[in-house]
C-alpha cells in the first residue's frame, strides 16, 4: 500500500472548466497525480506570480517617475538617477513588506491554531456544538452536522486544522514557512528591480541607435520599451485569472498608458507653477 498523496491533475481541470467540457473533465479527475509533483508545479505557479505581479508595480512605479520627470523637463541624467534610486528603495520596500506580512500573517495563524487547540483540549463539547452551528447555517440539518462533526473530532489535530479554517478562514502555515517567506521577499525584489527598470532602458539604449537623441528621442523610446513589457506582463498574468492573454495585455497596456499620462501632464502643469530657481 502507498503512502504517496495523490490529486486530481488541477491543470486538466482548469481546462476542462474553461471549455466546459463534461468529459474532459471527468478524466481530469480519473487521473491521480503524485503529490509531490502537484505540490511543486503549485509552488513554480505562485513563484510566477509573485514575479508577474511584482514586476507590475515595478514597471508602473518608474515608469510613472520618467514620465513625471519628462513632462517637467528634467534632463535624461535626472530622469535615470532619479528612476534607478526610486526603483532600488521601492523593491526593497516592497521585499521586505512581502516578508513582514507573510511572517506576521503566519505568526498570527500559529497563535490562534495553540488557542484553539487549548479550547479543543479543555473544553470540547463547546467546540463541537460550534462547528455543528457552522454547519447548519451553510444548510446542513442538524443531525447530519453532528455526525459529521462527532467524526472529525476523533482526530485532535485534524479536527484543530478544520476549525481554524471554518471559524477563523486560516490556514496552518507549515514549520519552515520563513523560509517561503524570505524567498517570496526576495522574489519581489528582484522582479520589481528587473522590470522596474525597462522605462529606463530606452534611455540607455537609444544613444547607441541615434546619434545626439533628443529629450524626446529617449523618452518615446522608454515608452516603447515600457509599452511592449507592459504588454507582455498583462499576457502572462492572464495565466492566473484564467481570462484572454490579448485582452489582459491590452488591458494592461492601456491603464499603463493612463497611469503615465497622468504623470506626464502633472509635471508639466507644477513644473509650469513652479520658479524656476
Given at each position: ?49 509573485t514575479i ?122 507549515e514549520e ?33 541607435f541615434i ?67
Amino acid at each position: 500500500m502507498t503512502n504517496e498523496r495523490t490529486h486530481v491533475d488541477k491543470s486538466q481541470a482548469q481546462a476542462a472548466y474553461s471549455a466546459l467540457d463534461v468529459e474532459a473533465s471527468a478524466r481530469a479527475h480519473a487521473s491521480r497525480v503524485d503529490g509531490g509533483h502537484d505540490e511543486a508545479h503549485s509552488k513554480v505557479g505562485g513563484q510566477l506570480k509573485t514575479i508577474v505581479f511584482g514586476g507590475l508595480d515595478g514597471i508602473l512605479t518608474s515608469f510613472a517617475i520618467v514620465s513625471s520627470c519628462a513632462g517637467s523637463g528634467l534632463t535624461s541624467r535626472v530622469v535615470l538617477l532619479l528612476g534607478a534610486c526610486n526603483i532600488l528603495a521601492d523593491a526593497m520596500a516592497m521585499g521586505v513588506g512581502e516578508y513582514l506580512s507573510t511572517k506576521s500573517s503566519d505568526e498570527y495563524a500559529r497563535r490562534e491554531r495553540a488557542r484553539e487547540d487549548w479550547e479543543l483540549r479543555n473544553h470540547p463539547e463547546g467546540e463541537v456544538e460550534e462547528m455543528v452551528e457552522i454547519y447548519v447555517q451553510r444548510g446542513m440539518s442538524r443531525e447530519d452536522a453532528q455526525v459529521v462533526i462527532s467524526t472529525m473530532a476523533k482526530y485532535h489535530d485534524f479536527f484543530v486544522d478544520v476549525m481554524m479554517v471554518e471559524e477563523l478562514g486560516l490556514f496552518v502555515p507549515e514549520e519552515d514557512a520563513w523560509v517561503e517567506s524570505a524567498k517570496d521577499g526576495l522574489l519581489m525584489f528582484a522582479s520589481f528591480v528587473v522590470f522596474g527598470t525597462a522605462p529606463l532602458v530606452g534611455y540607455l539604449l537609444t544613444p547607441l541607435f541615434i546619434r545626439d537623441p533628443s529629450e524626446h528621442d529617449l523618452f518615446l523610446a522608454a515608452c516603447c520599451v515600457t509599452g511592449i513589457t507592459l504588454f507582455s506582463l498583462g499576457a502572462a498574468k492572464a495565466r492566473f485569472v484564467q481570462q484572454r492573454a490579448l485582452k489582459l495585455g491590452a488591458e494592461t497596456l492601456a491603464l499603463g498608458a493612463l497611469c503615465a499620462s497622468v504623470a506626464y501632464f502633472c509635471g508639466a502643469a507644477l513644473s509650469s507653477q513652479l520658479p524656476s530657481h
